[in-house]
């Protein structure tokens, strides 16, 4: 079961960049990473998804090393709305079953005016 | 399509008693997903259907928790008897497939019933 480690909170302002970088040491070949992003008093909602390289769509962009040791969620200029938690997960790889699929504690991201 | 639709919204209710959790997953939709939110543990996966059969209840915390899918639109999360560490946020979450090539199908999730058990 690939574990994943994100910062517990970050902050930031209004027009700015922001990435988060989430660690996944113990990967599987087959997994995939994936975000989502929850407002307060809201069910989780996909963001991105990707196994390699870079993926963009036209909320974020998802960097992906080499080694997919670990994968950064892009946020473009950043305004007060993306202000939610981001969760990064990994797996599962096919046939496993959704059980191997954790979300963990996730990122508050703050963003300020 | 009105998204996945949970009732109710709030639930308060006394330690011992019954609690029925509901949920109407997007239409065409082959999974079913329970999930339970806490501060201290966040996001965890209780349970999953699949074209209504439980695939996966290895996340269920203990006996006094139960999940049925008698039909493709119609779920229910039982908790009997409840107790006041049950009090979370329960999603349910629906998706059109689980895997295609190793990709995880995106999981649409429902607006969340708030549990208080006092």
């Known amino acids: 079961l690939a574990k994943t480690t994100q910062p517990i909170s970050m902050d930031s302002y209004e027009g700015q960049e922001v990435n988060i970088t989430c660690s996944h040491n113990?990967?599987?070949?087959?997994?995939?990473i994936t975000w989502y992003q929850q407002f307060p008093s809201q069910g989780p909602r996909f963001i991105i998804q990707?196994?390699?390289t870079k993926v963009t769509n036209e909320v974020a962009s998802l960097f992906i090393p080499a080694d997919r040791k670990s994968s950064t969620l892009s946020l473009p200029r950043v305004s007060l709305s993306d202000t939610a938690v981001y969760y990064c997960?990994?797996?599962?790889?096919?046939?496993?079953?959704?059980?191997?699929?954790?979300f963990g504690k996730g990122t508050m991201l703050l963003v300020s005016p | 399509d009105a998204g996945v639709i949970q009732s109710p919204r709030h639930e308060v209710t006394e330690m011992g008693q019954e609690v029925t959790l509901r949920c109407k997953p997007i239409?065409?939709?082959?999974?079913l997903f329970w999930y339970r939110q806490t501060m201290m543990r966040g996001l965890e996966l209780l349970i999953y259907?699949?074209?209504?059969?439980?695939?996966?209840d290895s996340g269920m915390p203990e006996d006094r928790f139960s999940a049925k899918m008698p039909n493709a639109s119609f779920s229910t999360l039982k908790i009997q008897p409840s107790e006041p560490r049950d009090s979370a946020v329960y999603f349910c979450?629906?998706?059109?497939?689980?895997?295609?090539?190793?990709?995880?199908?995106?999981?649409?999730f429902g607006p969340g019933t708030r549990l208080t058990v006092l």
């Open positions: 997960l990994v797996g599962p790889p096919p046939n496993s079953g959704y059980s191997t699929l954790t």
């Open positions: 113990n990967i599987a070949t087959n997994d995939y």
């Open positions: 239409s065409g939709h082959d999974y």
């Open positions: 259907f699949n074209n209504n059969v439980p695939i996966d």
């Open positions: 990707g196994y390699k």
């Open positions: 979450a629906s998706s059109l497939e689980g895997f295609v090539g190793g990709e995880t199908d995106t999981q649409y």
